[in-house]
């Protein structure tokens, strides 16, 4: 009997502790770290594709653009699907978009930063 409360407070505590880190991950916003972000091998020009997103938000001033994106693959970024902040290469870029709009964009890693470097607004 003893061993059977001892093993149920353990699963507990574990269990405690588990979602307590859960918790906690999930306070401190997305956690990039373990996206790729290196090179992938091959043509950088057979592996780039453009992603489908829809644009949350510009920010023309600070040259950044908040996309819902689906999965992107490029020659040096790979996520899944997210909404989020991205620097954009050519301030240029952002002339024409708004919230709201559907594009089709690539993202490059630049110096350590995930950077929109093409950008077309879909009719």
Not at 6 to 11: Q, S
Not at 114 to 120: G, H
Request: glycine share 8%.
């Amino acid at each position: 009997m003893k061993k059977s409360l001892l093993n149920l407070v353990a699963v507990f505590g574990f269990s405690f502790i588990a979602i307590t880190a859960y918790a906690e991950q999930g306070s401190r916003g997305i956690d990039m770290s373990g996206m790729k972000k290196d090179k992938i091998p091959g043509n950088p020009m057979n592996t780039m594709s453009l992603s489908d997103g829809v644009v949350n938000a510009v920010e023309k001033e600070n040259s950044h653009i908040t996309l819902k994106h689906g999965r992107i693959k490029s020659a040096t970024v790979e996520m899944g699907p997210m909404t989020m902040s991205f620097a954009v290469k050519d301030k240029g870029l952002l002339s024409d978009v708004k919230v709201g709009d559907k594009v089709k964009f690539t993202v490059e890693n630049i110096d350590g930063t995930a950077t929109v470097t093409v950008l077309s607004i879909q009719k």
